[in-house]
C-alpha cells in the first residue's frame, strides 16, 4: 500500500509516463485551446519544484501557493509533497473588486502559517512585488515564479522522509462561522480519504476502464478542499485523466460544465447545490439537443445544503439529455475530516425523507430532507448531544461527530481549538471524534444535515434551523432566488429573538418588493408559526457566503444590523 501521493505518483510516472494526468481548457470550453500534462512530465515538473525546496533547506516549512487556475497549481502542490514542505493554497489578488479582499485574507494566512515562500506563475509573482505597500510581510518572504524553476532541477531531487504523520498541506477553512483556520492534513489523511472517496463513489479499476479513465471534469476552485481534494487528488491517487477548468469559467457560462461532461464523457462530476441551479436557469432547448449526459455516474452534491427540488428539476430537465436521476449524488463532509464523510450510493437515487404530518410543508415534495449517504468503510459518524457529549438514539438531531483515519491533525498553531473540536470523546467508542459544528441525525444509517450549531435560532424557548426558514421563504415565490437566502435571529428588546430573513431576487421584480415581502412573512408565519421582525430584499450575488457557496448569516446579520446590505430599489453595492 502506498504511505502518500508522492509514492502514487512515482509508480503512475513508471508505469505509465505518456498517459494524461490533467487536461485544462484554457478558455473554458471544450473546443479551443486545451493544455494537457502527462504523468511522466507531471512528475518531473513536481520533482524540478521539490528539487528547488530541497536545494535551498526549506523541507518543513510551509510554502503558500498563489495560482490562476491552471495545471502549474498541481505541479508546485505535488512538488510541495514531495520536498516534504506544507503547501498552503491561497487565492491570488486579482480584479479591483477582489484586491482588498484577497489581501486582508493573503496576509492573515501569511502570518497563521508563518509562511517562507510564496511560489505563483511569473504574472501574480510580478503584480505581488507591485503591492510591497500593501504587504510589507513581503520583505521577509521568498517569492519564486514557477516558470523559473528549470525541468533539470528534477534531477537532483531526492525522496523526502515521510510518514503517514506528516503534515502534508494546510487547508484554510472558508470561515462560514468563525475566522479561517489552517487545518493539518497529513500525508495519512490524504491516503485514506481518497481511499474513502474512491469507494464511496464507486472508482473502481472497471469503472473507471469502462470510462476509458475519464474521472472527472471539474471547475471547482482547487485552493478549496472540494476542489483538490476530489477531482484533483482523486485523479493521481487512481491513475486516471481529469479535466480542468476555471470557476470564472464557469460563472459566465455554465452550460460549459454539461458541455464538458458530454464531450469527455467522465464518470464523475458536480459542484455545490447551487450551480445545479445555475445550469438549470441556462438549459435552453439548443443546449439540451447537443448534449448527452447518458455516461455521467456520480453528480455530486454538497458544501450546503442540497435541495430535493433541485435534485426533482435537474433529473426531470436534463433526462431529455440522458441524465439518469440516479446518477445523483448528495454528499458530506468538512476540511476538518480531509473531505469526505458520507456519500450516497452509486446507481441509487438519493434518499428523500418526507416531512412528517407536524412538521412545516408536510407532503409538499420539495421540500423533503435530502439524506446525504452513509460513511466510508473506516469512518465512524456518530450524533452527540453537543451539552452532555453523548450519544443520541436514532433519529434524534444533535451534533454530528466524525471518527476515522480522515480526521485531520487539529489546527495549525491552535492547540486550544484543537482540543476543543478534535479531541471529543464518547462511551461506547473507541478513539477521539472530530465535533463538525453541523446538526444533523442519521436514519437507517443515512445521514440527514440540518444545520450548523452555531446558526441555530432559539426563539421563544423553540429550536429553529434557519435552512427551514430560507427554504419556506424561497418557496413563496418564484423570484426569490434557491439557496440566496440568509435567516438569522437580532434581539427586538421587550419581544425578545425575532427572525430576520434577507433574500436576494432579480432586479426586474423590484416592482412587487411588497408583495414578496408580505408572502415570505405569511409562509413563515404559516410554516413555523413565527413573526418576522424585517424581510429584505437584495440584489443578486450580494449575500455573503464562503468560497464554496455556504451562505454567511453571522457576516449577513453584521451587514444587516450595520446597513450595509445591497437593497433591491437602491444602487447595487458590490
Same mark, same amino acid.
Given at each position: ?17 505518456? $498517459?494524461?494526468?490533467? =487536461? ?23 520533482? !524540478? ?69 510564496? &511560489? ?37 531531487? =531526492? ?15 472558508? @470561515? ?29 479499476? *472497471? ?7 475519464? &474521472? ?102 436534463? @433526462? ?38 407536524? !412538521? ?58 484543537? $482540543? ?48 427551514? &426558514? ?20 437580532? *434581539? ?83
Amino acid at each position: 500500500m502506498a504511505h502518500s501521493l508522492v509514492d502514487l505518483l512515482t509508480t503512475h510516472a513508471s508505469q505509465q509516463p505518456d $498517459r494524461t494526468a490533467y =487536461r485544462y481548457l484554457v478558455t473554458g470550453d471544450s473546443d479551443e485551446e486545451v493544455q494537457e500534462i502527462t504523468y511522466g512530465r507531471l512528475a518531473r515538473r513536481s520533482r !524540478a519544484v521539490a528539487a528547488w525546496f530541497q536545494e535551498h533547506g526549506l523541507a518543513g516549512s510551509r510554502a503558500m501557493l498563489l495560482h490562476p487556475p491552471g495545471l502549474e497549481f498541481i505541479c508546485d502542490y505535488l512538488g510541495c509533497l514531495s520536498a516534504g514542505v506544507v503547501a498552503v493554497p491561497g487565492v491570488p489578488p486579482q480584479g479591483r473588486s477582489q484586491n482588498h479582499r484577497a489581501l486582508t485574507r493573503m496576509k492573515r494566512l501569511i502570518a497563521d502559517a508563518d509562511a517562507k515562500v510564496i &511560489l505563483g506563475g511569473r504574472e501574480v509573482i510580478t503584480a505581488l512585488r507591485t503591492m510591497a505597500e500593501h504587504l510589507p510581510e513581503l520583505a521577509e518572504i521568498t517569492c519564486v515564479a514557477t516558470e523559473d524553476i528549470p525541468d533539470d532541477a528534477a534531477d537532483a531531487w =531526492r525522496e523526502p522522509d515521510l510518514t503517514a504523520d506528516s503534515v502534508a498541506f494546510l487547508q484554510y477553512t472558508s @470561515g462560514s462561522t468563525s475566522a479561517p483556520r489552517g487545518v493539518m492534513v497529513t500525508h495519512g489523511n490524504l491516503v485514506d480519504n481518497e481511499r474513502v472517496i474512491a469507494e464511496r463513489m464507486g472508482h473502481t479499476p *472497471d469503472a473507471i476502464a469502462r470510462h476509458d479513465h475519464e &474521472l472527472f471534469v471539474s471547475w471547482l476552485p482547487v485552493y478549496h478542499d472540494m476542489g483538490l481534494i476530489g477531482p484533483v487528488l482523486n485523479t493521481v491517487y487512481l491513475g486516471a485523466t481529469s479535466t480542468l477548468f476555471s470557476p470564472l469559467h464557469f460563472l459566465q457560462r455554465p452550460d460549459r460544465w454539461l458541455t464538458a461532461v458530454s464531450r469527455y464523457r467522465p464518470h464523475t462530476s458536480g459542484a455545490p447545490n447551487f450551480a445545479y441551479e445555475l445550469c438549470l436557469k441556462h438549459a435552453t432547448p439548443e443546449l439540451l439537443d447537443g448534449l448527452d449526459l447518458s455516461s455521467w455516474q456520480v453528480a455530486f452534491n454538497g458544501a450546503e445544503p442540497v435541495r430535493a427540488a433541485t435534485l426533482r428539476r435537474f433529473a426531470e430537465t436534463f @433526462g431529455e439529455a440522458g441524465f439518469r436521476r440516479e446518477a445523483l449524488y448528495p454528499c458530506y463532509g468538512l476540511a476538518e475530516a480531509t473531505l469526505m464523510v458520507t456519500g450516497g450510493t452509486v446507481d441509487t437515487p438519493p434518499v428523500l425523507l418526507d416531512a412528517d404530518g407536524t !412538521a412545516p410543508h408536510d407532503g409538499a415534495t420539495d421540500a423533503a430532507a435530502v439524506g446525504c449517504g452513509r460513511p466510508g468503510e473506516g469512518v465512524t459518524v456518530a450524533i452527540a448531544d453537543p451539552e452532555r457529549q453523548e450519544e443520541l438514539p436514532e433519529g434524534e438531531v444533535g451534533e454530528i461527530w466524525v471518527g476515522g483515519a480522515s480526521v485531520a491533525k487539529g489546527y495549525w498553531r491552535n492547540t486550544l481549538a484543537t $482540543r476543543e473540536t478534535f479531541r471529543a470523546t464518547l462511551a461506547g467508542h473507541e478513539g477521539r471524534f472530530l465535533r463538525t459544528g453541523d446538526l444533523g441525525f442519521l436514519r437507517d444509517g443515512e445521514l440527514f444535515v440540518t444545520g450548523r450549531l452555531k446558526d441555530l435560532m432559539v426563539i421563544d424557548g423553540r429550536n429553529h434551523y434557519p435552512q427551514d &426558514l430560507e427554504l419556506s421563504a424561497e418557496m413563496s415565490h418564484p423570484a426569490l432566488r434557491p439557496g440566496c437566502t440568509a435567516a438569522f435571529s437580532v *434581539d427586538s428588546g421587550v419581544t425578545g429573538e425575532q427572525p430576520v430573513l434577507v433574500a436576494e431576487v432579480a432586479p426586474e421584480a423590484a416592482d412587487e418588493s411588497e408583495k414578496i415581502t408580505d408572502l415570505v412573512r405569511g409562509a413563515i408565519g404559516e410554516a413555523h408559526g413565527l413573526s418576522v421582525r424585517d424581510v429584505v430584499l437584495v440584489h443578486p450575488g450580494t449575500i455573503p457566503k464562503t468560497s464554496s457557496g455556504k451562505i454567511q448569516r453571522r457576516a449577513s446579520r453584521t451587514a444587516y444590523l450595520d446597513g450595509t446590505l445591497s437593497l433591491i430599489g437602491a444602487p447595487a453595492r458590490r
